[in-house]
């Protein structure tokens, strides 16, 4: 059979878009002779849609572009449409929306397989909408039969994992049923996936691993489509591709971007190139940010930028990431320098904007300060909080420049970025209403050390950003002479232990086995980033790379005693 992935980038909520979208794909499928083409899961309303799914209106909206795509196939030279879409539920217990996949032929909807297993782990909360399946079913498409399964419902294999999320295996129960087959159905096993698999560093070569296993197992083709595109914190990948019997991908999708994939499921398979290289994850991790940044502004109907830039690097990062997605055009910078900002952060920010190509502006905060400061100490002497420079006044300076970025944002109708890495978010190296604010964190699931490596990848080919700003100490620069490491370990030595304990809950212990270092350390690294919960629950959203970020998918008390 003939097989057209159609990898697209829906928007939540946007039926009208995402239906025209929809259409086009079909029509290019068709055009090259597709029997079926596949949509991603949910691709009528866009993934993840949330507490959408609690209005009546989203999902009839939903119903009706379905019974639109449906009109699609109407005609004797239309591919069949297998698509994701909510659907009401007919039962008078339980949830009252379904997650199916549609498929649908000759204008009509000619079969329904609901999504049996509901993820509610990390970014998911399906559980909290939909009502799972009880049974599964085979079908037929073009003559052949089929196993259509909703993404996480070819993510229980037993001989994969090591320990299975669910009782029930919808993939071995649709198997089952194929032994059962009169022949020729029989014969080519075939399993259908609709994904809408979110990116996190390695996760394709984990799907394509996992797939190609079932693959192997079940002696069956498996074709899976995923949803491309960013929605909110989440970024999906695309990455589309087949795997034959022998559990070796024979057809792939670029990552990060649209694509219909043709692919052929019967006769000699050739294996696709797989992509190596040292630098491929920090490629991916840029792809995905720029990806990310792109689709937030654009999808909240914004076209434009603002960044602070202080002469580092996280600031620098951002500048980059967001000329990439947005155009240099569309990217304004600013340089806000107090007296104890160096001459050479200032000349650093000016030659990025000049490297990067875009507006660069210069406002200076020292007689804004002073206003403050004179303001403020009668008050500081008051309470007997006495008026020496201490943390008070180091977190003015970035809650002046908090203030000044968003004033231009209300005047120009750019979004500012913020250009706080997760090193920094996580132990709470960072002022809340300063250098926090803005629209989105780009690089809040991006640790220091990550960021340089992302850096040194923006200047393979040319100084981008400045040789400077990437050999110098990181400095906040709020008092004289400050250095991060005044108050945070070296960056090789902290990111390692953040990544154990917020990634993978390694306690201290662990930590201290696995990584030879002090425990009094990992414990003074643990406390600061408990103590920062409330400082990360009032944050922008955080674009997802890792497997553990800030936000959505981590969900810690503020208010709580951590004794264990």
Not at 209 to 229: D, E, F, P, S, Y
Not at 383 to 389: H, L, N, Q, R, Y
């Amino acid at each position: 059979m003939r097989i057209a992935l159609a990898q697209i980038n829906p928007t939540v909520g946007d039926f009208s878009g995402n239906l025209r979208k929809i259409a086009a794909f079909v029509e290019q499928a068709a055009e090259r002779g597709a029997a079926l083409v596949m949509f991603p899961e949910l691709a009528t309303c866009g993934y993840p849609p949330a507490d959408l799914l609690e209005k009546e209106s989203f999902v009839q909206r939903a119903e009706e572009t379905l019974a639109a795509v449906a009109s699609l196939t109407q005609g004797g030279d239309r591919p069949a449409v297998l698509c994701g879409t909510p659907m009401r539920c007919e039962g008078a217990s339980g949830k009252h929306v379904r997650n199916v996949a549609a498929l649908m032929d000759g204008g009509e909807i000619r079969f329904m397989q609901q999504k049996m297993l509901l993820p509610f782990y990390d970014v998911f909360d399906e559980q909290r909408y939909f009502e799972p399946a009880r049974q599964q079913a085979l079908t037929v498409v073009d003559g052949q039969a089929v196993a259509i399964t909703v993404c996480e419902d070819a993510w229980n294999d037993k001989m994969f994992w090591p320990r299975q999320m669910y009782p029930v295996d919808p993939v071995e129960e649709l198997m089952r049923q194929w032994a059962a087959l009169p022949q020729p159905l029989s014969g080519h096993r075939l399993i259908l996936n609709i994904s809408a698999s979110p990116f996190c560093h390695g996760k394709l070569e984990v799907r394509q691993r996992m797939i190609g296993a079932l693959a192997k197992r079940h002696r069956a083709t498996v074709v899976m489509v995923n949803q491309v595109g960013a929605n909110d914190s989440l970024i999906f990948d695309g990455g589309s591709f087949a795997v034959g019997p022998s559990g070796e991908v024979f057809a792939q999708a670029r990552c990060f971007s649209e694509e219909l994939l043709i692919v052929e499921t019967e006769g000699e398979k050739a294996g696709v190139a797989v992509a190596t290289g040292e630098d491929l994850g920090t490629e991916r991790t840029w792809d995905a940010l720029v990806l990310g940044t792109r689709d937030y502004l654009g999808k909240c109907g914004f076209k434009k930028a603002i960044v602070g830039l202080s002469g580092g690097i996280d600031s620098a990062l951002v500048a980059a990431i967001a000329v990439e997605a947005l155009g240099a055009e569309n990217v304004q910078g600013v340089g806000m320098p107090s007296e104890f900002s160096s001459s050479g952060s200032v000349t650093d920010a000016e030659k990025l904007a000049k490297n990067l190509g875009i507006a660069f502006s210069t406002v200076p905060i020292r007689e804004i300060y002073t206003q403050f400061e004179t303001s403020l100490q009668p008050v500081f002497a008051a309470t007997g909080a006495g008026t020496s420079f201490g943390l008070a006044e180091e977190n003015l300076q970035p809650r002046i420049r908090g203030s000044l970025l968003m004033a231009l944002s209300n005047k120009t109708g750019a979004l500012v970025l913020t250009t706080g890495n997760k090193s920094e978010m996580a132990c709470g190296y960072c002022t809340l209403y300063g250098d926090m604010v803005g629209a989105l964190a780009v690089i809040g699931d991006v640790y220091k050390t990550e960021v340089y490596a992302l850096s040194r990848w923006v200047n393979r080919e040319r100084e981008v950003i400045p040789n400077d700003t990437l050999t110098k100490a990181p400095s906040a620069e709020l008092r004289p002479g400050q250095k991060d490491t005044d108050s945070l370990p070296p960056y090789e030595v902290l990111d390692p232990i953040l990544r154990a304990y917020i990634e993978e809950y390694s306690s201290a212990e662990e930590i201290v086995r696995t990584q030879g270092v002090e425990l009094e350390l990992v414990r003074k690294v643990i406390r600061l980033v408990e103590l920062s919960e409330y400082k990360r629950q009032q944050a922008a959203p955080v674009l997802k790379v890792s497997r553990k970020s800030f936000g959505m998918g981590r969900r810690f008390p503020i208010a709580a005693r951590r004794e264990v």
